[in-house]
């Protein structure tokens, strides 16, 4: 059984203090432990959440990082740096990443594989956009972006990565995809990898969906077989509304 992730990505919102009072409110919540409880923040606060969240189930990642280790590139932070924080996530090739810094499928694979390299856990981001759905290249799309960030990947790795599933016309528009039509792509992405690799490895790897999840549809998206959780944007910016969707999705049975 894949143990169900719900990860929010907290994007450019809360300085540490705001951050601190979210975790601390966060812990009053009893979190089940059958799922995994991740909140990606922005960097300056990653030191602070991981100190505030030691032995209390709640995982903590990075937005984004860069693929070399050091080097004279301004602004940008390393995976060794990361590491070095104690965060055991990053999430990577973020659609918002992709359109207004112009990542290419070549940089989120040598992203994805240094973070393998440093012993973080990579959420790699796929998705359309809403002219390649309407012109029914969702599935083409999707797949390219797949393999490319997965290549050279060895299969522990592979199973180690966690794919987000986030179609780019339902972030933060409030159009969410129907539960369906998200397995439907989920189900093709765990398929996409067993063809890369071999069935057992693609049973292995954790398929999150994202787009506009809130808590009153996440239990639908945690229902289809391929759906293993959710990154989560709006909705995961005040503590009840993140502790429901963990809540909502330990209690979800499968179809």
């Known amino acids: 059984m894949r143990k169900p992730v719900i990860a ?7 300085t540490i203090d705001e951050a601190l009072r979210f975790v601390k409110e966060l812990k009053e919540t009893e979190l089940p432990q059958d799922v995994e409880t991740v909140l990606c ?24 990082a860069h693929y070399e280790e050091q080097g004279a590139y301004t602004g940008e932070v390393s995976l060794p740096m990361l590491k070095a924080t104690g965060v055991q996530y990053v999430i990577l090739g973020h659609s918002e990443r992709r359109a207004y810094y112009n ?4 940089d989120v694979n040598k992203k994805t594989k240094a973070a393998h390299a440093h012993g973080l856990i990579p959420i790699v981001c796929v998705g359309e956009v809403l002219e390649e759905r309407e012109s029914g290249k969702t ?28 179609p780019v016309w339902a972030i ?24 890369l690799y071999d069935s057992s490895v693609a049973e292995a790897v954790r398929i999150q969906y994202g787009g506009s999840v809130k808590p009153e549809n996440v239990a639908s998206f945690m229902k289809q077989k391929n759906i293993d959780g959710a990154l989560v944007g709006g909705a995961s910016l005040k503590p009840d509304s993140f502790a429901s969707l963990v809540s909502q999705a330990s209690e979800g049975e499968k179809q």
């Not at 083409?140 to 794919?163: C, R, Y």
């Open 103 to 106: 990542e290419t499928d070549e």
């Open 172 to 195: 933060g528009t409030g159009k969410a995809s129907t539960a369906e039509d998200a397995e439907e792509v989920c189900s093709f992405i765990r398929s996409t990898i067993s063809d």
């Open 8 to 14: 929010g990505n907290w994007k450019m919102h809360k």
């Open 41 to 64: 923040a922005p960097f300056l606060a990653l030191p602070a959440l991981v100190e505030e969240t030691k032995n209390s189930g709640i995982g903590i990642g990075a937005q984004n």
């Open 139 to 166: 599935m083409e799309v999707v797949a390219a972006q797949v393999k490319a960030a997965v290549e050279g990947l060895s299969a522990d790795e592979m199973k180690k990565t966690i794919i987000a599933y986030e």
